[in-house]
């Protein structure tokens, strides 16, 4: 393991992914990557450089891809994969992870997740704050599940799909990879077509 994290985006996202790294205690330096040329720190953290150096140091720091955008995360996640980085798992220490849970590399879990028993988080996931993941869950690679989203128990979510702040799934649901869920959806039922939902209960607005 490196003694150093480099975090890839310096904004709001970044930022509360940093404070994640500084509150886990594991690193002894933590900086930051950012395509902004003004940006010189953030939270008080030197931005070092843009997004495309992380590849010259791969050797000296664990890297975590700070973006939002389920693409561009992925997309960029796998490059760094490929050239032999090291994506740490973040957990910050105020989430309750249960037994035989496994988080894939890359994966951010923030303040106050729950995610309970038997359940597999891929990689490059975002677990944003306040949500709740319960028993025997799926969820795919680079997905983000948003701030207060609420998952009973055996639901599958595939792999890139977005999650808006505030919905609920119902248990034994599964949502097929590259969905997109509209704040405070409430999904009662398997969605098996990629698009956009929203509404309780969700329902098909685009593609």
Not at 36 to 49: A, Y
């Amino acid at each position: 393991m490196k003694n150093k994290l480099l975090i890839i985006g310096a904004s709001g996202h970044g930022k509360v992914v940093a404070d994640i790294a500084l509150k886990m205690n594991k690193w002894k330096s933590v900086v930051f990557l950012d395509d902004d040329n003004s940006l010189r720190t953030s939270m008080g953290i030197e931005v070092i450089g843009k997004s495309v150096e992380a590849f010259k140091l791969i050797n000296d720091y664990e890297i975590c891809v700070a973006i939002g955008n389920n693409a561009i995360r992925e997309k960029l996640q796998n490059e760094l994969e490929s050239k032999g980085a090291s994506l740490p798992v973040l957990i910050h220490p105020t989430a309750v992870i249960g037994e035989q849970v496994n988080v894939g590399s890359g994966t951010v879990v923030m303040a106050g997740v729950v995610i309970n028993c038997c359940t597999k988080i891929g990689k490059g996931c975002i677990i944003n704050t306040g949500s709740t993941i319960d028993h025997d869950n799926i969820i795919g690679d680079f997905t983000h599940i948003s701030p207060g989203v609420h998952l009973a128990g055996t639901v599958k979510v595939g792999q890139s799909t977005w999650i808006g702040i505030g919905s609920i799934v119902s248990n034994n649901v599964n949502i097929m990879s590259g969905c997109k869920l509209g704040a405070g959806a409430v999904v009662v039922k398997d969605i098996k077509d990629p698009g956009t939902y929203v509404g309780v209960p969700a329902r098909k607005v685009g593609s």
